[in-house]
């Protein structure tokens, strides 16, 4: 008999367009373009591959904890003070994720949009948002990204299409421009967003039916469209050489817009793209984080602890120099995303393991 939780597949699908795609449809793409050039859609389609095997692993780790929530099934399985342990490191980092979500969103605003505007009044504001939503339950946020990311999905076609008479698809020629190792060592940067595909082993409790690896496969096949998109797009519209010193291709692209000859200056649609991205990732991740910390469903501890901690951490960011809150995020933020993510699989992992040779010894 199947688990009945209270969302979709289709659901965990559509969200990790929003969570996961605004990362890698915008966050990646400047670190990628600086260390791959016109060659990272090749980092992009092999990281892609490379990361298909793990999918398998994933699917794995779901069937062999039954599709319980993932702490609890720790917590029978190595106990409660290494569980705890797990739990707080987890949230730490996912908690990290957002912040940096949060501050390049705000850095981004700041440039390009609101440049007067006090900061700390921004943060608060969208840190009240992000944390009301978050504080809410699963099924709030689903419907949220549901609606949101309709139009969103709408306005990436719409300058997709829009900008086809300016690209010039000659510039992704010579293929391997500077050899084989750039490609290879900028794979990191599209996987450190695929491996998040991780995260939605923490709300298998809450989903309908299992997950298989086709089901996997089809959110990796989104999530390398989305990155090939706006890379893509950056190198046959700016060139190579010209993205690579752009810190937003992919608001960039915005700007070259128009419909006939008096529409045009139409990148303050982007703003909704971007911010609602933002929202519902952050709110996601941070509704995982109270999960983890058990205060689900608790909204007074939310605003008192996780609340404040959020805040304080994102304004933190604000502290360091924007050049070098780029270069921390592009150098090593993605990196040891990535590697943390893969050091959680192969904790889960071996914990299944376990599990299944237990289960067989007391067969025997």
């Known amino acids: 008999m199947q688990k009945v939780g209270s969302i979709s597949i289709l659901h ?30 090749i980092s992009v389609f092999l990281a892609a591959l490379v990361m298909i095997p793990w999918l398998f692993l994933i699917v794995y780790i779901h069937r062999s904890s039954k599709q319980l ?11 409660n003070v290494p569980t705890v342990i797990f739990r707080y490191v987890t949230a730490f980092f996912l908690l990290l994720m957002a912040v940096f979500t949060m501050g390049e969103t705000l850095h981004w605003i700041k440039a ?47 300058v997709a299409f ?49 997950f298989h ?3 996997y496969a089809i959110m990796l096949f989104i999530l390398h469209s989305l990155t090939m998109g706006p890379l893509v797009g950056a190198i046959t519209e700016f060139g190579p050489h010209e993205a690579m010193k752009q810190r937003y291709p992919a608001y960039e692209e915005w700007g070259l817009v128009s419909i006939g000859r008096f529409i045009e200056h ?16 952050v709110a996601f991740i941070l509704y995982i984080v ?9 909204r007074k501890r939310i605003w008192k602890i996780l609340g404040p901690a959020f805040f ?3 304004s933190a960011l604000f502290l360091i120099d924007d050049q070098m809150f780029l270069k921390i995020k592009g150098d090593y933020f993605l990196i040891v995303t990535f590697f943390f993510m893969v050091l959680l699989t192969c904790f889960l992992l071996i914990m299944a393991f376990i599990k299944k040779e237990q289960h067989e010894n007391s067969k025997t």
């Open 12 to 41: 965990v699908i559509l969200l990790s367009m929003t969570v996961i795609g605004l990362k890698n449809h915008v966050t990646i793409i400047p670190s990628l373009l600086k260390s791959a050039g016109r060659d990272g859609w």
């Open 69 to 79: 929530s993932i702490t609890n099934w720790l917590n029978t399985e190595i106990g």
């Open 112 to 158: 390009t949009f609101l440049p007067d505007s006090p900061l700390v009044l921004m943060i608060l504001i969208y840190s009240i948002l992000c944390i009301f939503l978050a504080s809410t339950n699963l099924q709030t946020i689903v419907m949220v990204n549901v609606v949101v990311l309709f139009w969103v999905v709408i306005l990436g076609f719409f």
């Open 162 to 210: 829009t900008n086809i008479q300016v690209k010039n698809y000659a510039l992704l020629i010579p293929f391997f421009e500077h050899g084989l190792e750039p490609v290879f060592v900028s794979m990191v940067f599209p996987a450190s967003g695929f491996i998040e595909l991780l995260l939605f082993l923490f709300i298998q409790q809450n989903v309908k039916g299992k």
């Open 213 to 215: 690896w086709y089901h």
């Open 266 to 281: 139409l990148d303050f649609l982007s703003i909704y793209q971007w911010l609602t991205g933002t929202f519902v990732r």
């Open 290 to 298: 109270t999960d983890l910390l058990q205060m689900k469903g608790n």
């Open 312 to 314: 304080f951490l994102s």
